[in-house]
């Protein structure tokens, strides 16, 4: 068993409890779950949104949006699924705000390449290389496959709890997985050739 999911099942053997402590207005309990759950949080940001500074802010946010709705959360689900989730919808929102962003920003840049007197704007992410190849493909992915393929791969999780997770069936997490796994290798494999051809050269 992978060791972030054994730590997640001992710390989740109380968490109901936590829960609805915190949720009746104990500020220690809610403290207590955001102490045994706060590195996990911030790695699924991370993942979410592809850097850390952002995936600092989506943390904060994530909890604050937690706080505000524990009186919802039933315990229908484990609690990391009911904080996943949220995770993962904020995301979202971060991402598609980075996107319209950047679109925007590509769309003016090449509006403007023919006057001398603009200077093209640059977002400060894209200057920003990301510490690994692996890394790269995996920011790459769409969101449900980067998604499943963490999940799984990355955090030892079982098809069937990914799929609880996101919401969706075990059946479309294995066809993101093996997608998102292809993708990856073919990345990697074009990002080996061209570096071979660069020393080629």
């Not at 207590?32 to 759950?37: A, D």
């Not at 850390?52 to 909890?63: G, K």
Request: some cysteine; glycine content about 6%; proline content about 2%.
């Amino acid at each position: 068993m992978h060791a972030a999911t054994a730590v997640a099942m001992i710390a989740d053997a109380d968490t109901p409890a936590l829960v609805a402590r915190a949720a009746g207005g104990d500020a220690k309990a809610f403290e207590e779950l955001v102490r045994r759950h706060h590195s996990l949080v911030i790695r699924w940001a991370s993942i979410a949104v592809g850097d850390l500074d952002e995936a600092e802010d989506l943390a904060q946010a994530v909890w604050l949006k937690a706080y505000r709705n524990l009186g919802d959360f039933r315990g229908a689900s484990k609690f990391t699924t009911w904080l996943y989730r949220i995770t993962y919808n904020l995301g979202f929102e971060i991402r598609t705000t980075r996107d319209r962003r950047q679109a925007a920003l590509a769309e003016w840049n090449a509006a403007t390449a023919g006057d001398a007197s603009s200077e093209p704007l640059h977002d400060d992410g894209d200057a920003e290389m990301l510490a690994s190849a692996v890394h790269g493909c995996l920011i790459g992915l769409p969101p449900r496959q980067r998604a499943v393929l963490t999940l799984i791969d990355f955090e030892g999780r079982s098809g069937a709890e990914v799929a609880a997770m996101l919401g969706i069936e075990e059946g479309t997490v294995r066809t993101n997985l093996f997608k998102a796994r292809r993708a990856i290798r073919q990345r990697l494999l074009q990002q080996e050739r061209q570096l071979i051809e660069e020393l080629r050269a």
